[in-house]
């Protein structure tokens, strides 16, 4: 009897998907390719999640900081190309991308660049008084700072250029220069990198969406570049 | 007679070079140019070189202005209003240390603050680790706290070398957080300080420290449930 009952629900949610399929076929024109998404539709569901996203448009070439739609912050870019690496005797093309779409940082130095601090060995607590009682006391007291002190590490300068690998395949490169592309350096770079896969080291990186902007704007967005990130990437009009 | 005269190449062979050691100089010169160039052709043949091109943008999205279009685009953007925030809401700029408070959209106040170093302390005991980050993305005031203490975490005993206290009393400080604080979530508050001078560093273990006025000012016209948007 179990055994009835379940195939019978099994029957049944087939028979719903069956026909659900049915009425979204019949609503759409026969021929019709798949509906892609808007780049609207994608802010959307990128907006409904309480995390910070950016939205990188390539023709107005703007870096948007937003979170539930709202604009935080706006970055301007001064290039946005794609950096490959090729050989060097081959000729240059535009390379092509398909937007709007949304990539996903699996790995950035906002995850990486961390300065570890950890002291050698820790003492038994002792709260001060009885240092304080051994002191004279000033004439004007004034209040010690007994909080969250600062912490003892200057907190290092975020680099202008670095990448962050994409779930897409692809690296995202924030640099605030791009590489140079004149004969000679190119010429050098070449046989940089030959000498380097003579030696066995690693093979050159992906291909990476390039993005160029001052000094400080790529500095400000070293510690976005986190895992999780969302970032999407649209061509207005 | 002879010696007012210039000496002529006869007359002294060996002050110039002779011809053969020319030629052989110029041809081992003429070999090693070859071979360093050949090198580097090579070279530069096995290697690779970062290209940079124009990227020409494909759009995937159905264009045009028909009716289906409209009206998804319609829907997506009606779901992004709706998602905006409403009322007051806080804006944290992590990285130039600025604390922006906005009602419905419009800015009431832009103040200097601390946020988080990004340092990792490690326990040398166990190996346990914090983060000192300002958090990304939204959070809300959970609640706020005039005349706030603060009960001290173990990274803070941690990070100037001692061992944490085993009684709890010797946790709290009633000193540190300043006059107000407002709670975020997760251990972040946003609350004074006493290090007033490093306001505008990223000095704090995570938190969002403000001045005296600039905390007052946002503790009065930040109810609790308002959003914050860290980045």
Not at chain 1, 41 to 52: D, H, K, Q, T, Y
Not at chain 1, 89 to 110: D, I, M, Q, Y
Not at chain 1, 196 to 225: I, K, N, T, V, W
């Amino acid at each position: 009897m179990r055994t009835w009952n379940l195939s019978t629900g099994i029957l049944r949610s087939v028979a719903a998907c069956f026909c659900t399929s049915l009425a979204a076929a019949a609503l759409a024109a026969p021929g019709d390719p798949p509906a892609q998404p808007l780049a609207t539709e994608l802010e959307a569901r990128l907006a409904g999640s309480p995390s910070i996203y950016l939205v990188v448009d390539v023709v107005r070439r703007v870096v948007d900081i937003k979170a539930r739609a709202v604009l935080l912050d706006r970055i301007v870019l001064h290039g946005v190309e794609v950096v490959a690496h090729r050989p060097f005797f081959s000729p240059r093309h535009a390379a092509t991308l398909e937007l709007p779409t949304v990539w996903t940082v699996t790995n950035g130095p906002g995850d990486t660049d961390r300065e570890i601090i950890a002291p050698p060995v820790l003492r038994p607590y002792s709260s001060g008084d009885d240092e304080e009682e051994k002191e004279p006391v000033p004439a004007t007291p004034t209040p010690r700072p007994t909080g969250p002190q600062p912490t003892p590490t200057p907190v290092p300068e975020p680099p202008v250029s670095y990448r962050a690998r994409m779930d897409s395949g692809w690296d995202l490169l924030v640099t605030d220069a791009l590489p140079p592309q004149g004969l000679v350096a190119r010429f050098a770079a070449a046989v940089r990198d030959g000498w380097r896969r003579l030696r066995g080291e690693a093979p050159p990186p992906p291909p990476a969406l390039a993005l160029a902007m001052a000094r400080e704007d790529a500095q400000r967005l070293h510690h976005l570049a986190r895992s999780g990130m969302k970032i999407l990437l649209v061509a207005a009009p | 007679m002879s010696a007012d005269l210039p000496p002529t190449l006869d007359e002294t062979p060996e002050a110039a070079p002779p011809r053969r050691w020319l030629a052989v100089v110029l041809v081992a010169t003429a070999a090693l140019l070859l071979l360093s160039g050949g090198a580097l052709l090579v070279l530069a043949r096995l290697g690779q070189v970062a290209v940079a091109s124009p990227l020409r943008p494909v759009t995937a999205s159905a264009s045009g202005e028909d009716e289906k279009i409209l009206a998804r685009r319609a829907a997506a953007a009606k779901t992004l209003e709706r998602l905006r925030p409403r009322g007051v809401y806080i804006v944290v700029d992590s990285y130039r240390n600025r604390l922006r408070l906005y009602r419905d959209g419009e800015l009431l106040r832009t103040a200097v603050c601390s946020t988080g170093t990004g340092v990792v302390l490690r326990d040398p005991r166990n190996g346990r680790q914090w983060v000192f980050d300002t958090p990304l993305g939204e959070r809300v005031v959970e609640r706020k706290v005039k005349n706030p203490v603060w009960a001290k975490p173990d990274w803070a005993f941690i990070e100037e070398g001692m061992l944490p206290p085993t009684d709890p009393n010797e946790r709290f400080d009633p000193n540190s957080l300043g006059d107000y604080a407002l709670y975020i979530g997760d251990g972040y508050i946003i609350h004074g300080t006493l290090f007033k001078t490093l306001l505008g560093r990223r000095v704090t273990h995570g938190c969002i420290r403000l001045g005296d006025e600039d905390l007052e000012f946002v503790y009065r016209h930040t109810p609790i449930g308002s959003r914050v948007f860290l980045y």
